[in-house]
């Protein structure tokens, strides 16, 4: 039975705008943002290169401690391949691999850590469920990854954004 995945496109407008608060902090513009009359610092978001630099991140994103205690999942490797295309990254289950656009014009949106925690938040849902592929389990795994690993400040502003866009929470 595939489960409908009714969130989905609320998610990725969600993120993309969070990706663009972000280009225009790495732009200059500052890292300081308002978000709901609280003033926030934005911290700075990791971007790749290349495969390899992707799949290093992986594994050490897996490999933190309280990651691997939070989600049994951890502990399965993931393998990170280039991806044709330049419009999506995903997450392959069976095979355990996330596929990045890293060629053409137009991808460097995806050689970034909020798509990559993203990809990984999807790796981490545990074996033999059955949820919506960006229902609020996923949600609440990403969220959980972006404040761990980003920072708080990061998961606040993705967190405010979901909300704000109607997207159900862990």
Same mark, same amino acid.
């Given at each position: 039975?595939?489960? +409908?995945?009714?969130? +989905?496109?609320?998610? &990725?407008?969600?993120?993309?705008?969070?990706?663009?608060?972000?280009? =225009?902090?790495?732009?200059?513009?500052? +890292?300081?943002?308002?978000?709901?009359?609280?003033?926030?610092? /934005?911290? *700075?978001? =990791? =971007?790749?290169?290349?495969?390899? !630099?992707?799949?290093? &991140?992986?594994?050490? *994103? %897996?490999?933190?401690?309280? *990651?691997?205690?939070?989600?049994?999942?951890?502990?399965?490797?993931?393998?990170?391949?280039?991806?044709? $295309?330049?419009?999506?990254?995903? &997450?392959?289950?069976?095979?355990?691999?996330?596929?990045?656009?890293?060629?053409? !014009? $137009?991808?460097?949106?995806? /050689? =970034?850590?909020?798509?990559?925690? #993203?990809? %990984?938040? #999807?790796?981490?849902?545990?074996?033999?469920?059955?949820?919506?592929?960006?229902?609020?389990?996923?949600?609440?795994? &990403?969220?959980?990854?972006?404040? $761990? *690993?980003?920072?708080?400040?990061?998961?606040?502003?993705?967190?405010?954004? %979901?909300?704000? $866009?109607?997207? +159900?929470?862990?």
């Amino acid at each position: 039975m595939t489960v +409908r995945d009714a969130q +989905r496109s609320r998610v &990725y407008e969600a993120e993309a705008l969070v990706r663009r608060v972000f280009d =225009r902090a790495d732009a200059g513009t500052g +890292r300081q943002v308002e978000l709901y009359g609280s003033s926030i610092t /934005l911290p *700075v978001e =990791r =971007r790749f290169a290349s495969v390899d !630099s992707v799949q290093d &991140y992986s594994d050490r *994103v %897996l490999a933190l401690n309280w *990651v691997r205690e939070t989600w049994p999942r951890a502990a399965v490797p993931i393998t990170v391949r280039q991806r044709a $295309g330049t419009t999506a990254a995903h &997450y392959e289950p069976a095979t355990a691999t996330l596929a990045v656009p890293t060629s053409g !014009s $137009g991808t460097r949106w995806a /050689l =970034r850590e909020l798509v990559v925690l #993203h990809e %990984l938040a #999807h790796h981490l849902e545990p074996d033999g469920s059955d949820e919506a592929p960006h229902g609020p389990p996923f949600v609440d795994r &990403y969220l959980t990854l972006v404040d $761990g *690993v980003i920072g708080a400040e990061a998961a606040l502003l993705l967190r405010a954004t %979901l909300v704000e $866009g109607g997207v +159900r929470l862990g």
